[in-house]
């Protein structure tokens, strides 16, 4: 996916979190670190057959999809406000998509690297609308 | 066991649950049980000026706020399907607003058990919806 | 808000939680809930040989169970009082073999969906005499 | 590795934990251990009135008194067996005041260390009758 | 503190985490984003004389401030390794202080921004050093 | 109460806590209990090849190694002093290692007991340490 360049400057210097005080800072990059997370698990899951490194990697990419759900829905519900939902009215799917995809009918049932890979491509669309608000 | 009619109607035949295998069973009860938690907390928080029960209150509603919004998005996420989207338009933004009334702009943010009725009312409508979905 | 008899009687009516403010408000219910879904567990466990789904389900089964044991744990020590205790003297024995039965010894340990109901049917027991005492 | 005697009759030579895979280890000094964090957390806040300090006691001493019940309820539930429960007529009773002594009607409802003080008492008296049935 | 252009450019392309399968990638932005958080919060607290306000605020500064220990923690055992520490003979150092001023004698215990700010500067001399390593 | 000169040498008498707040008792003892859990889980996990107690032994092993690489950074963080560090050069690298083989290459990535022996022998070489700075 492009990115224009000043999209690619942003994340280190504008390093943010979701603490519901609010402190003011969100940044999808939590989301995206843990599916990053989720999908080289995957990686390694299909390339041990050791089944204690397999339950392994099954329990941790249990945590860490969660971790991808729990991460989206603060972006949806602390973040994202009544006039972007209005002027992007795909971003209730989109966000309803990824945490699915990060669930038991994505990145937790499933250790194909590919659905970790289409998780990764959702959450960075919602990254691409969130750098758009910000923008704004 | 026998049960008396009055014990029938109660909890324990709608019991349900949220544990993305997932085990199949929801019920919009667990997010309204930490309501009622979160209004009993602003209604003693109110009536008693110790600081240092009130300081208990505050840390207390803190959790029991943020249980609302992980119960509610859990529903939104894993029970509600694409159909229940298209048939109830109003569901994203009323779950949307359901959780954010949950967040530091309603019961977090207040310790004034209004707010935390806005919110019952909300959970509410969510369950009403929960409810048809279920029969139909 | 008008509701329909039918949903009049389900569990928002009887909402409850357990926060050690206190806020006043219990509910077995919220055990309940969680061997509900300890059993559903059992259930999909036992018709789906995929060591993947295997694992998952153990790894959320030992969750689930964990959290019959606390919530009946709070319930033991926060709800019930001496009278209750004095007037029930089966109720120190039927907590403790019901969080017993949820432990290793029990729904941890075995992934048989009748070692789930027994614990329903003791949950049930100590729900009964919980709905007594609010009675009283 | 050589370690002088003193050395040798410390935490280390009994430690043990609860797990309920089972391990089978178990040890009432980690109930003991936080209630004493409670107490010395009680006569720091009573020695220091600067309201940002007093604030973190607060939030500090709930987790620690949380952490008391937990592992109190793990012996009671865990470790604790029928025999035991003949043998010690009054260990229902005892764990029960335990854990509410850590509760709101106890250490957490309170900054007094005398209420830490009772709670290290009764955990004690648990110890105790606990030592009896490992020597037994 | 200046950093080359190649840095700047780094984080949202090579998102990391932290979970001791191990994945196998890391990234100092995760505790740097609480430690973002932890000034915010300093700054708002300081703004903002409301007592309920004030009390969120420390509650929720006190979680953040514990997230970056975790997460520094997380880099000094699972990601460093023996040649990194003879290179660089100061990050034994350096890590433990960051720790320390993200703890009681720093972040936890101050709610002045200044000391959030120290906090931040250390991180980025840990990152400093953790992107030399990635680049070698 | 009396006790028995064996019970009173026991855990009661150097119990110690973590809390940051700090509370100011710390105990090695913490980290060590969870190792001994690790040694136990691991001996069982040999001694029994059904693969619904091995899948058990593996999540509950993950959790208990986890705890006690927090239990070290703690003490590394919250109790250790610059001149500490000073007096016992080695003790970066001892906690250092002892951490790492809580983790993946060690007690979490191996179910050999031996692996566990490793991690306890290194805990006790840290809290020599840590009794000696309390004689001092
Ligand atoms: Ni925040
Ligand atoms: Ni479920
Ligand atoms: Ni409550
Ligand atoms: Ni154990
Ligand atoms: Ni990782
Ligand atoms: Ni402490």
Redesign the interface.
């Known amino acids: 996916m492009f990115?224009p360049l000043f999209?690619?400057?942003?994340?280190?210097?504008t390093?943010?979190?979701?603490?519901?005080?609010?402190?003011?800072?969100y940044?999808p990059?939590?989301a995206?670190?843990?599916?990053?997370?989720v999908k080289?698990?995957c990686e390694?899951y299909q390339a041990n057959e050791d089944p204690?490194?397999?339950?392994?990697?099954?329990?941790?990419k249990?945590?860490?999809s969660?971790l991808v759900?729990e991460h989206l829905?603060v972006l949806?519900?602390?973040y994202?406000k009544p006039p972007h939902?209005e002027k992007y009215p795909q971003l209730?799917?989109l966000v309803?998509e990824a945490?699915?995809l990060a669930?038991?009918s994505g990145a937790?049932?499933s250790?194909d690297p590919k659905v970790a890979e289409e998780l990764l491509a959702k959450i960075d669309q919602i990254a691409e609308i969130f750098w758009e608000t910000k923008k704004a």
Chains 1, 2, 3, 4, 5, 6 share one sequence.
């Not at 999209?7 to 210097?13: E, I, N, S, V």
């Not at 390093?15 to 800072?25: E, K, N, Q, Y």
């Open positions: 990115k999209k690619r400057l942003l994340p280190q210097t390093a943010s979190a979701h603490c519901d005080l609010p402190c003011g800072v940044d990059a939590q995206r670190i843990e599916a990053e997370s080289a698990i390694k204690e490194f397999r339950t392994r990697a099954l329990i941790i249990e945590q860490r969660n759900k829905w949806w519900t602390d994202f939902f209730h799917t309803n945490t699915k669930g038991a937790k049932g250790a």
